[in-house]
């Protein structure tokens, strides 16, 4: 918990794994209990956003080691564009 309140931590973002018809995939039952188990744990809110497609673009890259670190780190700029797009807009 130190590290949270250290860097100054005021969400979580987990990737929202869908389908192509943007319904749940196997594994969202898993990522919502992991999301609660965070929550209760850090009391920090748990923000999902869509990771579609995500891997794919990652693996353009050429270090093929870094494909699950790349993916993340666009749900992640995927969730600050937006922010920044609502502040834009209002």
């Not at 869908?18 to 009391?43: P, Q, W, Y």
């Not at 270090?63 to 609502?86: H, M, S, T």
Request: aromatic fraction near 6%; charge should be negative; hydrophobic fraction near 40%.
């Amino acid at each position: 918990m130190a590290f949270i309140k250290k860097e100054r931590i005021e969400r979580i973002i987990i990737g929202e794994s869908v389908d192509t018809k943007g319904e749940d995939n196997e594994i969202m039952e898993a990522s919502r209990a992991f999301a609660l188990g965070l929550e209760e744990k850090t009391g920090l809110p748990v923000i999902f956003e869509k990771e579609f497609f995500t891997s794919v673009e990652a693996r353009r890259s050429d270090n093929k080691k870094e494909v699950d670190d790349r993916a993340a780190a666009l749900i992640l700029q995927r969730y600050l564009d937006k922010q920044k797009l609502l502040k834009t807009n209002n």
